[in-house]
């Protein structure tokens, strides 16, 4: 979590004084629904803070044309389909 937050710290003035810039992160669906993964709670606590820092960055840099873009992990939809597969069974 730290080495991302220092390394768009490092960027991101740079991109201020551009006028443009880009910062994608990609996370895991569990910061969307955690329940789902109860065996990684820290994890998806880390990740959920990590996704709340960029919210707030994500607003404060947009006036200057930098923007934020988050990525659930891909898979996310194929997992959730195999599970209602599962339960009706």
Same mark, same amino acid.
């Given at each position: 979590?730290?080495?991302? %937050?220092?390394? %768009?710290?490092a960027l $991101?003035d740079?991109?201020i004084a551009?006028?443009f810039g880009?910062? %994608?992160? %990609?996370?895991?669906?569990?910061v969307?629904?955690?329940?789902i993964?109860? !065996?990684?709670?820290v994890?998806?606590? $880390?990740?959920?803070g /990590?996704?709340?820092?960029?919210?707030v /960055?994500?607003? !404060? $840099?947009?006036?200057?044309?930098?923007t934020?873009?988050a990525?659930? #992990?891909?898979g996310?939809? #194929? !997992?959730?389909?195999?599970?209602?597969k599962r #339960? #009706?069974?």
């Open positions: 979590m730290l080495t991302a %937050i220092f390394l %768009i710290r $991101v740079g991109m551009r006028g880009r910062i %994608i992160s %990609i996370t895991t669906g569990g969307k629904s955690p329940g993964y109860l !065996q990684l709670g994890s998806i606590g $880390v990740r959920s /990590l996704t709340g820092f960029f919210g /960055l994500s607003r !404060q $840099v947009a006036r200057h044309n930098v934020q873009d990525s659930k #992990r891909i996310y939809a #194929r !997992q959730e389909e195999r599970r209602r #339960r #009706r069974r």
